[in-house]
Structures are given as C-alpha cells and as structure tokens.
Nanobody
C-alpha cells in the first residue's frame, strides 16, 4: 500500500512559478514510476508528466514549462511549473505505478495509487 500526499499548490499570477511535491509513504519508493495528472472543472483528468527509470515524460501542453523530478532518498516526486498560464488552473494529482513500460504512463488506469490532489490557480 502506498499513500501519496501532494503539497505546494496555490494561487499565482500568469507567468509565475510553483513547485508541487508529492511525498510517498513506502519503503520501496524507487520501485514505482510516478506521474502527475490534473483535472480542471468540467474536464477529464489528463496526463501532465511522469518519471520512471529512463527519464521523464511531459505532455505537449506543458513541454518546456514543466519539469518532473524525483528524490528517492526523500520518497518524493516534484513538479516544477514555470511560466504558468490560466489554462494550467486545475487540481493536480500525484500517482504511483509499478509498471515498467513507459508507454503506459500516459494512461490513468496504469496507476494504482493516487493522492488527494492540490489546487493550482493561475490568474490572468
């Protein structure tokens, strides 16, 4: 069982930055690939970024602005978000999967563990 707790969300002006953190309660954090998803009001939850054993993946909508990283010594995955836009406003969720296949990381059903989410609001 893996529990995930996100933090770092908030209100920021367009062009600003935030760093989200997701702390995992497991002794085997390095055995999991980690993902970030987001869900805006009235929209489906969508892939943002993921990191496994061969580097990070990011959605085209955030490429060049968002960076995912992880610190296995702290059981934590991060999402650095720069040059934020109003359309980035959403609840951001952290997720964990034991899948080793990076082409599965884009899909919600791949992940067996989810955090409660953290709100990010970008004002124009």
């Amino acid at each position: 069982q893996v529990q995930l707790v996100e933090s770092g969300g908030g209100l920021v002006q367009a062009g600003g930055s935030l760093r989200l953190s997701c702390a995992a309660s497991t002794r085997t954090f390095s055995n999991y690939a980690m993902g970030w998803f987001r869900q805006a009001p009235g929209k489906e939850r969508e892939f943002v970024a993921a990191i496994g054993w061969s580097g990070g993946l990011t959605a085209d909508s955030v490429k060049g602005r968002f960076t995912i990283s992880r610190d296995n010594s702290k059981n934590t995955v991060y999402l650095q978000m720069n040059n934020l836009k109003p359309e980035d406003t959403a609840v951001y969720y952290c997720a964990a999967t034991s899948s080793r296949f990076s082409d599965t990381y884009y899909h919600l059903p791949t992940y067996g563990y989810w955090g409660q989410g953290t709100q990010v609001t970008v004002s124009s």
